[in-house]
């Protein structure tokens, strides 16, 4: 009895750019898959640990945050998207190696998190404005997490106030509070309000000069009545 042959099926050869941007997405999309919390929630939580030094969360739920985060700034970096010589080139190494470089050091951390917290968390919260390409950010990182002191965890109130302002809520703000005109900030300097005449009182020139020539005229008239009247009277 014969067999047929099976078909072997020939997959198209995949070039090292697409493998390395497939395991780019990947990357992202398992740390958006390990974190249970949102975006805002992570920019939040940083924004107070960098503005007062201490921190609040469980350290295994934290050091997710932070990876999340950590993960998120670097894929915005255009050396991402470079091919992996290109990144061997610029970096001297591959970008997923230095994602998992810097990922482990921060998850090794076991008892809390590093003395350079808020250090770290000021540089995820401003990287592209702090450090304007990938290897100059990646050293930062690598310095601050190479440490051995750790912190522990604060037990103080939390502070509810301490986060920023988003930048659209601030103009909103300052649209529902305009500041006084120039007119207003005098009067509130020198407690004198500015006088504005009104415009039934202002007189243009000409009618100054006609006003003046009529009183003029009629204060001539009364004179010379006066003199007139002067004779009379000591004929009288």
């Given amino acids: ?89 610029s970096l001297g190494e591959s970008y997923i190696e230095l994602v998992n470089k810097l990922d482990e050091a921060l998850t090794c951390f076991v008892d809390g998190p590093p003395f350079t917290l808020q250090r770290l968390c000021e540089i995820l919260l401003d990287a592209k404005g ?39 809520q601030e103009k909103t703000n300052e649209k529902e509070n305009p500041q006084p005109d120039t007119a207003q900030n005098v009067t509130a300097q020198n407690g004198v309000e500015p006088q504005v005449p009104d415009k039934d009182e202002v007189m243009t020139e000409a009618d100054v000069g006609d006003d003046m020539t009529i009183d003029m005229e009629t204060f001539e008239g009364d004179k010379s009545s006066e003199t007139n009247s002067e004779p009379n009277a000591s004929n009288l």
């Fill in 130 to 168: 702090i450090y304007p390409n990938l290897s100059k950010l990646a050293l930062a990182l690598e310095k601050n997490l190479l440490v051995t002191s750790t912190l522990t965890i604060c037990t103080d109130p939390y502070p509810q106030a301490t986060a920023k302002v988003p930048g659209h």
């Fill in 1 to 89: 009895m014969e067999t047929q042959p099976h078909e072997i099926l020939h997959q198209p050869p995949v070039s090292s750019n697409e493998a390395h941007n497939d395991d780019v997405s990947n990357h992202s999309r398992e740390a958006e898959q390990k974190q249970d919390v949102s975006r805002e929630e992570v920019l939040q939580t940083l924004q107070v640990i960098a503005s007062t030094g201490k921190f609040w969360h469980d350290w295994d739920k934290l050091k997710s945050m932070l990876s999340f985060q950590l993960k998120q700034v670097l894929s915005e970096y255009p050396e991402a998207k470079l091919t992996s010589e290109q990144q061997y080139a």
